[in-house]
C-alpha cells in the first residue's frame, strides 16, 4: 500500500476529447474523484461530441515524448494507463520512452482505444500491429473489449469459454493481465441479465469472473476511459491488480447505472462523480439505495412467498389464484387512480405524459386479468360484485394516501414494490429451468410478467424514481429516510397481498 500522507499519481497518455465524456477528461476525472493525483500526455486532439468524431489531429510523435519526459523526470507516476494512440509513430514513441523509466512503467494500464463509442476508429489498421509487437509486452493490464480482443486473438468470440480462450491468447502477446469485458456480451444467469468481465492471470494461469448487473442505457460515453483509469487508480495506491480490477469494475457499474442521459444527443457519458455526490446513497442508484435499505430478507420475502413458488410449479390451488385475481382487478383500479394522480401531481409535460403512459399499461394488464378470469370461469359482472379484502384495502388507500398528503417521490415510491416486484418475479420464474411450463396453469401469467412490454413499463419506472429522487432526496438524509420507510411499509403490504391470496380473506 502507498505510503501515509502520500499522495498516490498517475500518468494518462491519452487523446482529448472536446465533449468531455471521454479521452483525458474522463481519465482525469476519474482519477480525481478516486483521490489521486493525475497527470497527463496529450496524445491527439479530437473533434468529437455525444454523437460521433469528426477530427482527428495527432501530436507530433517528438512532442508526446517531451511531454512523457516532463512528467516522469520530474513528478513521476505510481500507474500510468495509456488510451488513444492513433498512429504507429505515436505508439512506438510511447514504448520506447516508458523504457527510460522503468520504476514508473511498473504498472501500465493499457486500453486498446480502436473504436469510439459512437463508432468512430480511433485508431490507424496499420497501427494494430506497432501496438502488439511494441506496446503490449511492457503491459501489466491489458483491458479489451470482445470487438478488440477479436482482433487481438484473432478469432470470433461469442460464449464466456470463448472469452476465456481469448484471454488466454492475447496474453501471449506480452501483458500479465487481460481484463477481457463482456458488456458487447451479456449473459444471463438466474433470470438476470448480468455482465462478465474476465481477469486473466498469466502468471497463474487464471481466470477471475466478475459479475454485474446488465444496466440497460445508451449512455455508455467513455466507459472504456474510465474503467481503465480506476484501475490505474487502484493500483497507484498500492492494490494488488485482482482487488484493483474488482473496485475498479464496481466503480464504473455504478458510472453506468447513474449516467448522464441528459448531455448531448448522441451516447451521454457515464457519470464519474457518483461516488462523491453529496448525498445519502452515494454510489448507488436510487431503486437500488431503496431496496438496500429494507430489513434483511424482506424483499426476498416478497418475491419467493409460497403463492409465488405455488405457481412456478402449478400447485397453487385454482380457488386461490382466483380469489387473488379478483382482488388483482380491484387493486389495479385504484392503482390507475394512483397514477392519473401522480399525472396531477406531476410538475412539467413530459412526466405527465409518462404517468399517463403507466395509466394505459394498467389499463391493457386490466384487460389481461378479465381475460385470465373468463378462461378461469369468472365474469367481469362476478369480479366487480366481490367484496374488497381488508388487505386490500389497507394497500391501495395507504397508495392513495401518500399522493394525497405527499408529493410525486411520496406516491411513485408507494407503488414501486408492485412495478418493480413484479417486473423481478416474471423475469426470474420465467427464466427459472424449474419452473413448470407444460400443464401449469399459471405459466401465461408469469410470461405476461417477463415479455418486454411490462418490463418496458418497469423500466420507466425506474427512470422516473431516479429523475424525483434526484430533485428532492440527493442531498437530504431525512427525505430519503422518510421515502425508505414508504418503500418498506408498501413492501409488507405487498407480502400481505400474497398472504391474502393463501387465506383468501
Same mark, same amino acid.
Given at each position: 500500500?502507498?505510503?501515509?500522507?502520500?499522495?498516490?499519481?498517475?500518468?494518462?497518455?491519452? $487523446?482529448?476529447?472536446? $465533449?468531455?465524456?471521454?479521452?483525458?477528461?474522463?481519465?482525469?476525472?476519474?482519477?480525481?474523484?478516486?483521490?489521486? *493525483?493525475?497527470?497527463? =500526455?496529450?496524445?491527439?486532439?479530437?473533434? @468529437?461530441?455525444?454523437?460521433? =468524431?469528426?477530427?482527428?489531429?495527432?501530436?507530433?510523435?517528438?512532442?508526446?515524448?517531451? @511531454?512523457?519526459?516532463?512528467?516522469?523526470?520530474?513528478?513521476?507516476?505510481?500507474?500510468?494507463?495509456?488510451?488513444?494512440? /492513433?498512429?504507429?509513430?505515436?505508439?512506438?514513441?510511447?514504448?520506447?520512452?516508458?523504457?527510460?523509466?522503468?520504476?514508473?512503467?511498473?504498472?501500465?494500464?493499457?486500453?486498446?482505444?480502436?473504436?469510439?463509442?459512437?463508432?468512430?476508429?480511433?485508431?490507424?489498421? #496499420?497501427?494494430?500491429?506497432?501496438?502488439?509487437? @511494441?506496446? %503490449?509486452?511492457?503491459?501489466?493490464?491489458?483491458?479489451?473489449?470482445?470487438?478488440?480482443?477479436?482482433?487481438?486473438?484473432?478469432?470470433? +468470440?461469442?460464449?464466456?469459454?470463448?472469452?476465456?480462450?481469448?484471454?488466454?491468447?492475447?496474453?501471449?502477446?506480452?501483458?500479465?493481465? =487481460? %481484463?477481457?469485458?463482456?458488456?458487447?456480451?451479456? @449473459?444471463?444467469?438466474?433470470?438476470?441479465?448480468?455482465?462478465?468481465? +474476465?481477469?486473466?492471470?498469466?502468471?497463474? !494461469? /487464471?481466470?477471475?469472473?466478475?459479475?454485474?448487473?446488465?444496466?440497460?442505457?445508451?449512455?455508455?460515453?467513455?466507459? $472504456?476511459?474510465?474503467?481503465?483509469?480506476? &484501475?490505474?487508480?487502484?493500483?497507484?495506491?498500492?492494490?494488488?491488480?485482482?482487488?484493483?480490477?474488482?473496485?475498479?469494475?464496481?466503480?464504473?457499474?455504478?458510472? &453506468?447505472?447513474?449516467?448522464?442521459?441528459?448531455?448531448?444527443? $448522441?451516447?451521454?457519458?457515464?457519470?464519474?462523480?457518483?461516488?462523491?455526490?453529496?448525498?445519502?446513497?452515494?454510489?448507488?442508484?436510487?431503486?437500488?439505495?431503496?431496496? !438496500?435499505? %429494507?430489513?434483511?430478507?424482506?424483499?426476498?420475502?416478497?418475491?419467493?412467498?409460497?403463492?409465488?413458488?405455488?405457481?412456478?410449479?402449478?400447485?397453487?390451488?385454482? #380457488?386461490?389464484? +382466483?380469489?387473488?385475481?379478483?382482488?388483482?382487478?380491484?387493486?389495479?383500479?385504484?392503482?390507475?387512480?394512483?397514477?392519473?394522480?401522480?399525472?396531477?401531481? /406531476?410538475?412539467?409535460?413530459?412526466?405527465?405524459?409518462?404517468?399517463?403512459?403507466?395509466?394505459?399499461?394498467?389499463?391493457?394488464? &386490466?384487460?389481461?386479468?378479465?381475460?385470465?378470469?373468463?378462461?378461469?370461469? =369468472?365474469?367481469?359482472? #362476478? +369480479?366487480?360484485?366481490?367484496?374488497?379484502?381488508?388487505?386490500?384495502?389497507?394497500?391501495?388507500? *395507504?397508495?392513495?394516501?401518500?399522493?394525497?398528503?405527499?408529493?410525486q417521490l411520496d406516491l411513485q415510491v408507494a407503488m414501486a414494490p408492485c412495478l418493480l416486484g413484479y417486473g423481478e418475479i416474471g423475469l426470474k420464474l420465467y427464466?427459472?429451468?424449474?419452473?413448470?411450463?407444460?400443464?401449469?396453469? *399459471?405459466?401465461?401469467?408469469?410470461?405476461?410478467?417477463? #415479455?418486454?412490454?411490462?418490463?418496458?413499463?418497469?423500466?420507466?419506472?425506474?427512470?422516473?424514481?431516479?429523475?424525483?429522487?434526484?430533485?428532492?432526496? /440527493?442531498?437530504?438524509?431525512?427525505?430519503?429516510?422518510?421515502?425508505?420507510?414508504?418503500?418498506?411499509?408498501?413492501?409488507? %403490504?405487498?407480502?400481505?397481498?400474497?398472504?391474502?391470496?393463501?387465506?383468501?380473506?
Amino acid at each position: 500500500m502507498s505510503t501515509p500522507n502520500a499522495v498516490p499519481k498517475v500518468l494518462t497518455i491519452a $487523446g482529448s476529447d472536446s $465533449g468531455g465524456g471521454a479521452g483525458i477528461q474522463a481519465d482525469i476525472k476519474t482519477l480525481t474523484s478516486l483521490n489521486v *493525483y493525475a497527470t497527463s =500526455v496529450l496524445t491527439s486532439i479530437t473533434s @468529437q461530441n455525444t454523437t460521433g =468524431v469528426d477530427g482527428i489531429h495527432d501530436i507530433p510523435p517528438e512532442f508526446v515524448q517531451k @511531454q512523457l519526459r516532463a512528467v516522469l523526470s520530474d513528478i513521476g507516476a505510481d500507474a500510468i494507463k495509456t488510451g488513444m494512440l /492513433s498512429s504507429a509513430a505515436i505508439i512506438a514513441t510511447v514504448a520506447e520512452t516508458l523504457k527510460e523509466f522503468p520504476e514508473a512503467a511498473k504498472h501500465v494500464v493499457v486500453d486498446p482505444v480502436m473504436v469510439a463509442t459512437s463508432g468512430s476508429r480511433l485508431m490507424a489498421e #496499420e497501427a494494430v500491429q506497432t501496438f502488439i509487437k @511494441q506496446l %503490449l509486452p511492457v503491459t501489466c493490464v491489458l483491458t479489451p473489449n470482445v470487438p478488440e480482443a477479436e482482433v487481438f486473438a484473432s478469432q470470433s +468470440i461469442e460464449t464466456l469459454e470463448g472469452m476465456c480462450a481469448a484471454a488466454k491468447t492475447i496474453a501471449r502477446l506480452g501483458p500479465q493481465y =487481460v %481484463l477481457l469485458k463482456g458488456g458487447h456480451l451479456p @449473459q444471463e444467469r438466474n433470470g438476470r441479465k448480468i455482465v462478465i468481465d +474476465i481477469l486473466y492471470d498469466k502468471a497463474k !494461469d /487464471s481466470f477471475l469472473e466478475l459479475e454485474n448487473p446488465f444496466v440497460e442505457t445508451k449512455d455508455t460515453h467513455g466507459t $472504456g476511459c474510465t474503467l481503465s483509469a480506476a &484501475i490505474a487508480a487502484e493500483l497507484a495506491k498500492g492494490y494488488a491488480v485482482a482487488p484493483a480490477v474488482r473496485a475498479a469494475t464496481t466503480y464504473i457499474q455504478e458510472a &453506468i447505472a447513474t449516467s448522464l442521459g441528459t448531455i448531448g444527443k $448522441g451516447c451521454g457519458p457515464v457519470n464519474h462523480f457518483h461516488n462523491i455526490r453529496s448525498m445519502p446513497y452515494a454510489g448507488k442508484s436510487f431503486v437500488k439505495a431503496l431496496k !438496500d435499505a %429494507l430489513p434483511a430478507g424482506l424483499w426476498d420475502e416478497f418475491l419467493d412467498h409460497p403463492f409465488v413458488r405455488g405457481m412456478a410449479d402449478g400447485t397453487l390451488p385454482k #380457488e386461490n389464484f +382466483i380469489y387473488y385475481i379478483k382482488q388483482d382487478y380491484l387493486y389495479l383500479q385504484h392503482y390507475a387512480r394512483s397514477a392519473a394522480l401522480a399525472a396531477y401531481k /406531476s410538475a412539467d409535460i413530459d412526466m405527465a405524459a409518462q404517468n399517463a403512459r403507466i395509466v394505459l399499461h394498467i389499463h391493457e394488464e &386490466i384487460q389481461m386479468h378479465l381475460k385470465y378470469c373468463e378462461e378461469w370461469g =369468472v365474469s367481469k359482472q #362476478e +369480479i366487480l360484485d366481490t367484496r374488497e379484502s381488508v388487505y386490500n384495502v389497507a394497500y391501495t388507500r *395507504y397508495v392513495l394516501d401518500k399522493g394525497a398528503t405527499g408529493d410525486q417521490l411520496d406516491l411513485q415510491v408507494a407503488m414501486a414494490p408492485c412495478l418493480l416486484g413484479y417486473g423481478e418475479i416474471g423475469l426470474k420464474l420465467y427464466h427459472d429451468p424449474r419452473t413448470k411450463r407444460e400443464g401449469n396453469p *399459471y405459466w401465461t401469467w408469469i410470461r405476461n410478467y417477463a #415479455e418486454d412490454s411490462f418490463q418496458t413499463a418497469v423500466k420507466t419506472g425506474k427512470e422516473l424514481l431516479e429523475e424525483l429522487a434526484a430533485h428532492s432526496v /440527493s442531498t437530504s438524509p431525512t427525505r430519503f429516510r422518510e421515502v425508505c420507510q414508504t418503500f418498506e411499509q408498501a413492501t409488507r %403490504l405487498e407480502i400481505q397481498f400474497w398472504e391474502m391470496g393463501m387465506t383468501m380473506q
